[in-house]
């Protein structure tokens, strides 16, 4: 048995060093007339021209809203959450008589157009010592297929699990706990186990199989559990790995790649898991193998567009505030975005406990677990902000990239 902690210390600087191959290059536009919808303007329900305007928008926000929150204390407010289309930070507000000397500050008196006080009920910091309750009785009680976090747009608590799940004896006794001590959180049941919708293949969106983008699928040797890769990542001077969630990881098996739009049939040879963790984290390091003839490509698919095929990773930025924008790429979802629900979310599986989560209430299918979560600069240019975990409908993602 190896000894987590140390190799998590290990994979940690790993990472730490990785992050230098996300190189710029030379970004090739396709003309075309009739543009499908990029994921942010059905996100936002707005035309693609108008995307950089909306994410300007979004940055606005999210600069005010960072300038906002440590201004507001526990007590008389209950968390903030920012609202691209109506242009606006809503300011979960218990106590109006603190609004006025709000408002009043010099730093803020600039902003108050973008600002709304709205009222609620449950202060940050009642809502953060019961998630907090709540968070060390899932640690001890292990409810299976189950999320936790606290939702500043519902201003409470919200307990994500599969409804297929609902009557295991750990998840009962997780909800008498919290029943017990007259919580009052969101209970929110999903159907796990239907299946994700049918893929279509077509055919002529295949792309040359040997050049490896973040996003594509990779299948596991039994020709049937699949993947997203998340991320190429690197050990100089000349160690390759493909980044993904750990619990992708299976005893000696073979990855090959799986690309997008195929059926169920092993692509390239890839390589072998060498690294992964289950617990706290979900990642997982696929080491190239020197027979591979693969070439990881530091980008993200996004092969529905009809101009911006691949999304250059620029940097690794992670998002900072409630409602701002979260996209990821996956195998079977392919390039979708969301909302970003909770910066601080845990999950257990009923063998594993993750914490430190984003969580984004957006569906995701299996085999979307590793992909890339990114946040866009522009239409062409992205920050990474970690990798699919495996979730409850909703999903979450792993904050792989600030724990370093
Ligand atoms: C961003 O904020 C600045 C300063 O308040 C303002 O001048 C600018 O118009 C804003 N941009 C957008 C897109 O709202
Ligand atoms: C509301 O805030 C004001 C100003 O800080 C404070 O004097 C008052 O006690 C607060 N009211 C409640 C109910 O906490
Ligand atoms: C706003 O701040 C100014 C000084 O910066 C102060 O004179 C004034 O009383 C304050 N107004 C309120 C409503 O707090
Ligand atoms: C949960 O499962 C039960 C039994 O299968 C079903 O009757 C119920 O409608 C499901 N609830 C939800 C929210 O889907
Ligand atoms: C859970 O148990 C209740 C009561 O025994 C039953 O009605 C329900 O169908 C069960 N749900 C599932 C998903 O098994
Ligand atoms: C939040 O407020 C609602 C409405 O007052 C209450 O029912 C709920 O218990 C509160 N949530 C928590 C976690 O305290
Ligand atoms: C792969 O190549 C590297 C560097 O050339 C070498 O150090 C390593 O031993 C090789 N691994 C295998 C499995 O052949
Ligand atoms: C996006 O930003 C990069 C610089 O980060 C720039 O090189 C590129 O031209 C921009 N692309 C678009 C479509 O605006």
Not at 29 to 34: D, G, I, P, Y
Not at 91 to 110: A, G, W
Request: contains cysteine; charged residues 20%.
């Amino acid at each position: 048995m190896l000894q987590i902690n140390t190799i998590m210390k290990d994979t940690y600087i790993l990472i730490n060093v990785l992050f230098f191959i996300f190189t710029l290059s030379n970004y090739l536009t396709v003309h075309c007339q009739v543009e499908p919808k990029e994921p942010l303007a059905k996100l936002w329900n707005i035309e693609n021209d108008e995307i950089p305007q909306y994410l300007s928008i979004e940055k606005n926000l999210s600069m005010v809203d960072g300038i906002l929150k440590p201004l507001l204390d526990d007590d008389n407010f209950g968390g903030t959450y920012i609202d691209v289309i109506q242009n606006m930070i809503f300011v979960n507000t218990l106590n109006f008589t603190k609004v006025e000397q709000i408002k009043n500050l010099t730093e803020i008196r600039q902003y108050i157009n973008l600002l709304n006080f709205i009222r609620a009920s449950n202060s940050t910091a009642k809502l953060s010592s019961r998630f907090q309750d709540i968070y060390n009785l899932a640690n001890s009680l292990m409810p299976k297929e189950c999320m936790g976090y606290i939702n500043s747009k519902t201003n409470n608590i919200i307990i994500a699990t599969c409804n297929e799940s609902r009557n295991e004896s750990s998840n009962i006794a997780f909800i008498n706990a919290i029943n017990d001590r007259m919580y009052y959180p969101i209970f929110i049941y999903y159907n796990c186990r239907k299946r994700p919708d049918n893929v279509t293949p077509s055919l002529n969106s295949r792309q040359i199989v040997t050049r490896v983008l973040a996003g594509d699928g990779i299948i596991f040797e039994n020709a049937v559990d699949k993947c997203s890769i998340g991320f190429w990542a690197r050990i100089p001077p000349n160690e390759n790995f493909i980044a993904t969630a750990g619990h992708c990881y299976e005893q000696d098996a073979y990855y090959f790649l799986f690309p997008w739009n195929s059926r169920n049939e092993l692509g390239v040879f890839i390589g072998t898991m060498q690294y992964y963790f289950e617990e706290t984290i979900d990642f997982g390091l696929i080491s190239i193998d020197n027979d591979s003839d693969i070439q990881p490509v530091p980008s993200i698919r996004n092969t529905d567009s009809e101009q911006y095929k691949e999304l250059f990773i620029d940097d690794v930025i992670l998002v900072s505030s409630n409602g701002a924008h979260l996209c990821f790429s996956g195998v079977f979802s392919h390039v979708k975005c969301g909302y970003v629900a909770a910066l601080n979310g845990f999950a257990t599986d009923g063998d594993y406990f993750r914490e430190n989560l984003f969580i984004i209430e957006l569906a995701s299918k299996f085999g979307d677990s590793g992909g890339p979560v990114f946040s866009y600069k522009n239409l062409s240019h992205v920050s990474l902000n970690g990798i699919l975990s495996s979730g409850v409908t909703i999903f979450m993602i792993i904050l792989v990239l600030s724990e370093l």
